[in-house]
C-alpha cells in the first residue's frame, strides 16, 4: 500500500463495539497508518478505554458534546488531512472490517481510478448484517452503468452513493469539496457527501471483494413506511437533511419528487398521522436549511 491511509472512527457510546472496531483495523493485513477516533462526548468509559491504550497509530479528539455522526466525521477528516493522510478510511464504530478489507479497498480504487476516465470520486466496501446475508440499510445505490468495471474484469461494480461503514476517499476529494456537512448531525451525510463528490466526476465505486460487518440490531432498510414513536427522531433528521440535499444542491423538481415520494411511503406505511405531520414539517424546515461544507487549506507535500 503506497499511499497513506487513515482509519477514522466515530464513536458514542458503545465501548464494547469499539473494542471490536480498533481490533479489526489493527488486524488487517496491511494496515492504516494512523487510527484517528473521534468520541462524541460518551459517557460509557470510552474516553477512558482510549487513554489506556498503548498504541502508536491511534490519534483520539475527545469532544465535549455529541455532534452526531456527520460532525464526528467532519472532525476525524480535518484532523487525518492535518495528519498528512493522502486516504481516508471512515467507519463507523459497529463496522468490523475483514482482515483483507482495507487492502483490497484500496487496491480496487485505484485501478478503478485508472479504468474510468476522470477516476471515481470514493470507493466503499461490501456490507454485511452477517457473514452470508448483506445489510439491507449499507446497499450502495447501483449506477446504471454499474458493469463497467465488471465487464473489463475488476471485483467492482458502479454506485452513485455509500454510507459511511467503510468508504475510501482521497486527499484531493476532500481538497475539492470540504468535509461532510456537519449540521447534518446525523443520516444522509454520508449519502450527500457522496453525491457531492461525484459531481462533475461521475459514479463512485463498491469493492466487492473488500468485506466488512455492521453489527446492528436488525437488519432492516429505513425507509419512511417505517416511521414509528421509536425512530421518529431519526427519520426527522432524514426528512430535513435529505430534503435540503434535493432542493439546494439539485433541482426544486428534485426536492418535490422527494417530498412527494416521502407523503407516498407514510402513507403505505400507515403511519400515525401526528408523526406524518412531523416529518412534513421538517421537510418543509429543510427549504431554509442549507448548511455549507467546511474547506480545508492544502499543505504543502514538504510539510506533511
Known amino acids: 500500500m503506497s499511499k497513506r491511509v487513515a482509519a477514522v472512527i466515530v464513536t458514542f457510546n458503545r ?6 472496531v480498533l481490533d479489526s483495523v489493527r488486524d488487517q493485513t496491511t494496515p492504516p497508518e ?6 462524541n462526548a460518551s459517557n460509557d468509559g470510552t474516553a477512558g478505554y482510549l487513554a489506556s491504550l498503548d498504541d502508536p497509530t491511534l490519534d483520539v479528539t475527545r469532544l465535549e458534546e455529541n455532534t452526531g455522526g456527520a460532525g464526528g466525521f467532519a472532525t476525524g477528516m480535518k484532523r487525518a488531512y492535518d ?13 468490523y472490517p475483514e482482515p483483507e478489507a482495507l487492502s483490497h479497498l484500496v487496491s480496487g480504487h485505484s485501478e478503478a481510478m485508472e479504468a474510468m476516465p476522470g477516476g471515481v470520486p470514493f470507493a466503499c466496501s461490501l456490507v454485511y448484517f452477517d457473514h452470508d446475508e448483506l445489510a439491507e440499510m449499507n446497499i450502495a445505490a447501483p449506477d446504471w ?15 452513485q452513493t455509500c454510507s459511511f461503514v467503510s468508504a475510501l476517499y482521497s486527499r484531493e476529494t476532500v481538497e475539492r469539496i470540504g ?19 461525484g459531481v462533475g466526476i461521475g459514479p463512485g465505486v463498491c469493492i466487492l471483494d473488500s468485506k466488512v460487518i455492521h453489527d446492528t440490531p436488525t437488519n432492516v432498510a429505513g425507509d419512511f413506511s417505517k416511521v ?16 435540503s440535499y434535493h432542493l439546494h444542491h ?20 400507515r403511519v400515525a398521522w401526528r408523526l406524518r405531520r412531523r416529518i412534513t414539517g421538517r421537510l418543509l424546515a ?5 448548511p455549507q461544507a467546511e474547506r480545508v487549506a492544502p499543505v504543502p507535500a514538504e510539510v506533511r
Open 15 to 20: 465501548l464494547e463495539k469499539l473494542k471490536t
Open 145 to 159: 452503468k454499474w458493469a463497467r468495471l465488471w465487464a473489463q474484469g475488476q471485483r467492482a461494480v458502479l454506485v
Open 250 to 269: 439539485e433541482s426544486l423538481l428534485s426536492y418535490v419528487r422527494f417530498f412527494l415520494r416521502v407523503q407516498i411511503l407514510m402513507h403505505r406505511g
Open 83 to 95: 495528519l498528512g493522510a493522502e486516504l481516508f478510511w471512515l467507519m463507523d464504530d459497529d463496522c
Open 179 to 197: 468535509l461532510p456537512l456537519r449540521d447534518y448531525f446525523i443520516w444522509f451525510d454520508d449519502a450527500a457527501y457522496a453525491r457531492m463528490a
Open 286 to 290: 429543510s427549504i431554509g436549511f442549507n
Open 34 to 39: 494512523w487510527i484517528v477516533v473521534v468520541d
Open 228 to 243: 414509528d414513536e421509536q425512530n421518529i427522531w431519526k427519520f426527522a433528521y432524514g426528512a430535513r437533511n435529505e430534503g
